[in-house]
């Protein structure tokens, strides 16, 4: 099993920015998918982007594309979610998920039943 770890969260201002990071223990497979995910209190978790670790495709969510990037660092085992023009409809706490994918995933990253989660940051946006 993967440990996942998430850093990076905070509290920032409508407009600000701030990259999240989660680092992989290990990766135990040929076709490793990552990808993050928010869950506001009292909202249903939402798939926020997603990133095939060999080739780098990346995925979004059409409320944060122009807005995030997904990317990758293979010799560290880690995977950013840089974010830029926040707002505070953001506000989450952030998850990363990991698993080595088959096809169901292209079908749908975000309905996609990850094996591994990390345990979460928090992301506030004030107005």
């Known amino acids: 099993q993967t440990q996942l770890v998430e850093s990076g969260g905070g509290s920032v201002k409508a407009g600000g920015s701030l990259r999240l990071s989660c680092a992989a223990s290990?990766?135990?497979?040929?076709?490793?998918?990552m990808a993050w995910f928010r869950q506001a209190p009292g909202k249903e978790r939402e798939g926020v982007a997603a990133?095939?670790?060999?080739?780098?495709?990346?995925y979004y969510a059409d409320s944060v594309k122009g807005r995030f990037t997904i990317n990758r660092d293979e010799v560290k085992n880690t995977v950013y979610l840089q974010m830029h023009n926040l707002k505070p409809e953001d506000t989450a706490m952030y998850y990363c998920?990991?698993?080595?994918?088959?096809?169901?995933?292209?079908?749908?990253?975000?309905?996609?039943?990850?094996?591994?989660w990390g345990q979460g940051t928090q992301v506030t946006v004030s107005a």
């Open positions: 990133i095939y670790m060999d080739g780098g495709n990346t």
């Open positions: 998920a990991e698993d080595d994918c088959n096809a169901g995933f292209y079908k749908g990253w975000p309905q996609y039943d990850y094996a591994d």
């Open positions: 290990e990766y135990t497979g040929s076709s490793i998918c």
